[in-house]
């Protein structure tokens, strides 16, 4: 403590050297001052990091070394102070860094050593942590170092590869995985085939061997594909497999069987039977001789001709007196064109020429009589009874069998076979070009038998 004391209370006269990595920078004049025991050392370090930074303090005093240390602050600034006169020099040392420069050497007495500052640069790492295989690891210098790739089957836990157990990480262990690569938690298998719908290229849910993109009936097997409208829609799936547009007017009825395709009628009403719906049909035809309703002057008879004889607007076969073929001089009366049907006479007569069926002469018009089993002339069943002009005898007891007989008809036996207003005349059959004595219903003036 004596010495201590005696060192603090000498003046003497230095000259101060600044060295710096060993060398003198600065050379001051002498100065004459007392060794105080407050002497201090501070500085600042800049640069990569200013925080945390050892700062070793290595001094020799009186031939004796030693150090301390200090930390630089959140600012980079460090001191020591109380220092004792002697040679010193300041290094500041921190992993992974260096510093520029690398030491300064001071010497006190000197009320100057201030503003001892360093620069600090960081170095990078370039190699991981020994162990680690994946990812990537800080470098130390706000940087990254890459580690590595794992395999496929593996994962990279904590920058090392560990085998991976999930790999598509959806919950489902690889082992049981319908796509192990592909991120499917609900493992959906629509075609059951144990590859998940996620991973499937070929989505087959009716197994016939036709993926669902391109399959034209998506759960129905159909292997041949087979499409005879070629709608796209399969045969073995379409409601309506010869109908391209598929029942087009929605009336439950598919086109190839609909007769009026694109006009919704649920009844498929056809009044003229020609294949054509009345809802469509243009032109209702219910006779079928090529005439349309609207215009046919017998619309409910075959009359291809539309013969008028006496020019009233009703056709030859459907009118009770057409004005022909009732006797001589009167043209023949235009013939249907398709049987009418059985007892047609009865229920719309009298008939004109060539019309049947007829039962007996008063449902045939005036100047025709119902001959029997003549059907076949007509294109009809043989058993046809038909209304035409008397041109031959109609035959023995003729009237007794169809008759009341109209006048000129016979033959008859007595006058009850005849209609009103008639006598059986006896033996005239020659008036007609019959055999003589043919008997034959006629008018009989007030004179006559």
């Known amino acids: 403590m004596k010495i201590k004391k005696l060192m603090t209370t000498v003046f003497l006269t230095f000259a101060m050297l600044l060295l710096v990595n060993g060398q003198p920078i600065i050379k001051g004049p002498t100065w004459s001052f007392a060794a105080l025991e407050d ?28 150090s301390e240390f200090t930390e630089t602050d959140a600012n980079g600034y460090f001191k020591f102070s109380d220092l004792l006169n002697g040679n010193y020099t300041v290094t500041p040392e921190k992993n992974g860094y260096i510093f520029s420069p690398k030491s300064i050497s001071i010497i006190i007495p000197n009320n100057a050593a201030k503003n001892i500052d360093f620069s600090a640069t960081c170095i990078p790492a370039t190699e991981c942590t020994e162990g680690f295989n994946c990812g990537t690891e800080d470098d130390g210098c706000d ?44 493992q959906e298998d629509a075609d ?51 109908d391209f547009n598929n029942d087009a007017d929605s009336d439950g009825l598919c086109g190839d ?90 229920d719309n007569g009298p008939c004109t020429e060539g019309i049947g069926d007829c039962d007996k002469d008063l449902e045939c018009a005036s100047g025709l009589i119902c001959v029997q089993d003549v059907g076949t002339d007509y294109g009809w069943p043989l058993n046809v009874d038909v209304c035409e002009q008397v041109d031959e005898y109609p035959g023995d007891n003729y009237c007794a069998l169809y008759g009341p007989c109209k006048e000129g008809i016979g033959d008859c036996d007595e006058d009850s076979q005849c209609a009103s207003g008639l006598k059986c005349v006896n033996d005239v059959g020659a008036d007609y070009g019959w055999p003589s004595n043919v008997d034959v219903c006629e008018q009989v003036s007030c004179g006559g038998l």
């Open 39 to 66: 002497e201090k050392v501070e500085g600042i370090v800049s640069g990569d990091v200013q925080e945390g930074v050892s700062i070793r303090l290595t001094k020799v005093v009186y031939g004796e070394t030693s």
């Open 143 to 186: 940087g990254t170092i890459d580690c590595g790739t794992c395999e496929a089957d593996e994962i990279c836990t904590d920058n090392i590869c560990l085998p991976n157990l999930d790999i598509d990480s959806d919950g489902v262990p690889n082992d049981v995985d319908n796509c192990p690569n592909t991120f499917n938690p609900d």
């Open 192 to 242: 059951n085939d144990d590859l998940g719908d996620a991973c499937d290229d070929c989505l087959d849910v009716d197994d016939d061997g036709v993926c669902d993109d391109i399959d034209n009936c998506i759960g129905t097997p159909n292997p041949g594909q087979e499409d005879a409208d070629n709608d796209t829609l399969g045969d073995v799936c379409d409601d309506c497999p010869n």
């Open 257 to 346: 069987i609909d007769n009026c395709p694109n006009i919704s009628n649920f009844g498929q009403e056809d009044t003229d039977n020609d294949g054509i719906g009345d809802a469509c049909d243009d032109c209702l035809d219910v006779d079928n001789d090529g005439v349309c309703d609207d215009v046919d002057n017998c619309p409910g008879n075959c009359n291809t001709q539309q013969l008028d004889a006496d020019g009233d607007g009703m056709g030859d076969v459907c009118d009770s007196d057409p004005g022909c073929g009732g006797g001589y001089g009167q043209p023949e009366c235009e013939k249907p064109c398709a049987y009418p049907g059985n007892n047609y006479c009865r």
